[in-house]
T-cell receptor, first 115, second 113 residues
Framework: DAGITQSPRHKVTETGTPVTLRCHQT?????MYWYRQDPGHGLRLIHY???????DKGEVSDGYSVSRSKTEDFLLTLESATSSQTSVYFC??????????????FGPGTRLLVL | QQQVKQSPQSLIVQKGGISIINCAYE??????FPWYQQFPGKGPALLIA?????SEKKEGRFTISFNKSAKQFSLHIMDSQPGDSATYFC????????????FGSGTKLNVKP
């Protein structure tokens, strides 16, 4: 988890309210990712960023938006939280490379409960 | 469509035994195959990774075996210990694709003392 923090670490919210999760890195890595983790589904990519203000959708992006105004911060917003968005959310970072793929490094996670 | 299929879903091994977790993929454009270890309440941590130009990589008690023709790779944990009890995820990544990973669904390993 070194170099990656997520806030809040735990949150309980009500259906219909907006929620913003923050990922902060001190590694100056170019790529950042948001995943959700649910039993039986492993890790599913929500959105990712390949630079400041450069973002794109992952496989489960409906109901989520992201923003990246600085290299070190990547925000995930649930526009109107639903119970199906109850999950554990992980941020990950990765260095860019000129060719081959490389490792992603994960934050400690945010546990979100939508009532 | 799941890009990486992982099995088994759960595994029980006696202390000192060998734990084997398997993953299969279809996309031959994958160029990086990492394994992650996750303890309850923690984020996944990189354990070991391999590229398709080698058939095996070993780090301590952990070995990845890679079979390019069969499009399969596996994690072997030798001399399994109770401290290895965790969830393990395989993943794969495609070159020039923003380093996006496709994860398997995970294997929960329980090593009994």
């Amino acid at each position: 988890d070194a170099g990656i923090t997520q806030s809040p670490r735990h949150k309980v919210t009500e259906t219909g309210t907006p929620v913003t999760l923050r990922c902060h890195q001190t590694e100056n890595h170019r790529y950042m990712y948001w995943y959700r983790q649910d039993p039986g589904h492993g890790l599913r990519l929500i959105h990712y960023s390949y630079g400041v203000k450069d973002t794109d959708k992952g496989e489960v992006s409906d109901g989520y938006s992201v923003s990246r105004s600085k290299t070190e911060d990547f925000l995930l917003t649930l526009e109107s939280a639903t119970s199906s968005q109850t999950s554990v959310y992980f941020c990950a970072i990765s260095e860019s490379s000129t060719g081959s793929s490389s490792a992603q490094y994960f934050g400690p996670g945010t546990r979100l409960l939508v009532l | 469509q799941q890009q990486v299929k992982q099995s088994p879903q759960s595994l029980i091994v006696q202390k000192g035994g060998i734990s084997i977790i398997n993953c299969a993929y279809e996309n031959t454009a994958f160029d990086y195959f990492p394994w992650y270890q996750q303890f309850p309440g923690k984020g996944p941590a990189l354990l070991i990774a391999i590229r398709p130009d080698v058939s095996e990589k070993k780090e301590g008690r952990f070995t990845i075996s890679f079979n390019k023709s069969a499009k399969q790779f596996s994690l072997h944990i030798m001399d399994s210990q109770p401290g290895d009890s965790a969830t393990y995820f395989c993943a794969a990544s495609i070159r020039y694709n923003f380093n996006k990973f496709y994860f398997g669904s995970g294997t929960k390993l329980n090593v009994k003392p």
